[in-house]
């Protein structure tokens, strides 16, 4: 979901209503696994699982993180990897059954439930979002009458991300206050359309907005008539028995045992706790809170076609390519990437919200991995790439477990 990932190069005021944290960091974060009784000796000792304790490791080391956790599961079982803290004040571990904000792994959530309408002939991917939404998306040559549902869900709406017009500043300073979904719209609508070329027309570029998700779940509302958060507890939350797993809304706390959600608004700045947060600045964009475990559940299911009629698994895995150097292709609210042990691809998302940054994949042979470090934005660029290797591995650790 969030746009300022990096480091925010010391341009917040730090006089901001989150409490400034002065802990610092284990020196030598030391990893901790909790085991599920089924998982096999085998695994436990792989050669994949001592770089995935090496992986977490550097998270929260070199890459800064205060805590991690890497949940995975494959046929013969299931394991979850702890490493750092999840409170610097109080120095208490990351406990491996931890909630967490998610951040964009909620598109998924949200994609499924507009596909789920596909199958059900309420929606149309095909069909303009003004169909749906009429009269919404209109102004500075943003026009829902030529956008469609699909280029919602893929990213190829040209619309603008509000994201990038919204001061993170202003953000921190007011982490409690409650922002209107139509306001986000509104806000990214007041401006032109991302376009590569001129005259280019939606539907032609892969350009991430997160404005789309926010009139997905607009036009989920629109057709069922219920908020997209309570369909996505009716249509998949309760079916799957997710419990760790929650729609928030204006709910600024996080239920359950959870790691504290950190900002680093500088490369020597001090940690801000942010973890009391109203997640409505990114609404069905990203403001879901959920586990491990729940992740790799959801993400198995969703795959494996447990979720959505296999006429619309169809249309979700169609991807385009993102157009970096890397092998990631983005469907309908889910990415595709290769495998780099062999065995194809797998499928996933990423998740960025203030406090959390997550990662989850899952193979469609029934292998998952989800990885979360509790500081985002501030980790540094390499935080990407390990959270990424860590879910790489768990899923070659569980490939190479299902092939003994």
Same mark, same amino acid.
């Given at each position: ?172 300073? *007011? ?5 209107? %979904?139509?306001?986000?719209? *509104? ?12 005259? &280019?027309? +939606? ?20 057709? %069922? ?61 990203? &403001? ?7 992740? *790799? ?17 169809? &249309? ?60 985002? +934005? ?27």
């Amino acid at each position: 979901m969030i746009k300022y990932k990096r480091a925010l190069g010391g341009a917040l005021t730090l006089a901001v209503a989150v409490t400034v944290t002065g802990g610092s960091l284990p020196g030598n974060a030391a990893t901790a696994a909790t085991t599920a009784k089924h998982t096999t000796a085998q695994s436990a000792h792989s050669a994949d699982d001592a770089q995935l304790r090496a992986l977490m490791q550097r998270l929260t080391t070199e890459d800064g993180a205060p805590g991690a956790l890497v949940a995975t599961r494959a046929r013969r079982g299931s394991s979850v990897l702890t490493s750092g803290v999840a409170d610097v004040d109080s120095q208490a571990s990351v406990r491996g059954d931890s909630r967490f904000r998610i951040g964009s792994m909620t598109k998924p959530f949200v994609a499924t439930v507009v596909l789920q309408l596909v199958g059900e002939r309420r929606v149309d991917l095909d069909a303009p979002v003004e169909r749906y939404l009429p009269g919404v998306v209109r102004g500075h040559g943003n026009d829902g009458r030529t956008i469609t549902v699909r280029m919602l869900l893929q990213h190829t709406s040209g619309l603008p991300d509000y994201l990038d017009y919204l001061n993170p500043q202003d953000i921190l300073e *007011n982490p409690l206050a409650h922002h209107d %979904t139509r306001d986000l719209v *509104n806000l990214a609508l007041a401006h032109p359309p991302t376009a590569e070329e001129p005259g &280019e027309k +939606p539907g032609f570029a892969w350009n991430y907005s997160n404005t789309n998700y926010v009139l997905a779940g607009m036009l989920i509302e629109a057709v %069922t008539g219920h908020p997209y958060g309570e369909e996505i507890r009716r249509r998949v939350i309760g079916p799957l028995g997710l419990h760790d797993t929650s729609v928030p809304g204006d709910a600024t706390s996080i239920p359950g045992p959870h790691p504290r959600g950190y900002v680093r608004p500088g490369e020597d700045a001090p940690l801000l706790d942010i973890t009391a947060f109203n997640p409505s600045i990114a609404g069905a964009s990203g &403001e879901m809170i959920s586990s491990g475990t729940d992740l *790799n559940r959801f993400l198995d299911a969703l795959v494996r076609g447990k979720l959505l009629h296999p006429a619309q698994l169809k &249309e979700m895995m169609k991807t385009r390519s993102t157009g970096g150097d890397d092998s990631r292709a983005y469907g309908l609210g889910l990415e595709s990437r290769t495998l780099p042990c062999g065995g194809g691809l797998y499928w996933g998302h990423g998740g960025d919200i203030f406090g959390y940054q997550t990662a989850g994949g899952a193979t469609a042979d029934g292998r998952q991995a989800t990885v979360m470090a509790n500081v985002d +934005p501030g980790g540094t660029d390499a935080q990407d790439d390990d959270m990424e290797a860590a879910v790489q591995t768990g899923l070659c650790e569980g490939r190479h477990a299902h092939s003994q």
